[in-house]
């Protein structure tokens, strides 16, 4: 079992059995990246992963958890949370030259 699920289950929590919401957003995400684009779909992912960010803040700043969760926040969970955003970033700017360069080709 993991160390989040772990601790979770320590403090008195359920821990869900699959990707619950974020998982449907994703699928839902994947459809909406065919309509609308592949920049848009990560734009839209990048908010997702920013939104996620600003909740790990905001419960180190509040100071509720425990230290061991507090510990996990710190070390591990965002510092993902941000690199996943910092890849994000990545992506959308090569995409972004790809198609500046395909315009320019023409």
Not at 65 to 73: F, N, Q, T
Request: overall charge negative.
């Amino acid at each position: 079992m993991s160390q989040r699920k772990t601790q979770v289950r320590e403090a008195g929590g359920e821990v869900a059995d699959g990707s619950g919401a974020w998982g449907t957003w994703a699928k839902l995400e994947m459809g909406s990246a065919k309509l609308l684009g592949e920049e848009t779909a990560l734009e839209t992912l990048k908010e997702g992963e920013e939104s996620g960010v600003e909740d790990y803040q905001e419960c180190l700043r509040e100071g509720d958890l425990s230290p061991e969760a507090k510990s996990l926040v710190q070390s591990t969970l965002l510092p993902r949370q941000q690199a996943h955003v910092q890849e994000l970033d990545r992506l959308i700017q090569n995409l972004s030259s790809q198609e500046r360069d395909r315009a320019g080709s023409f």
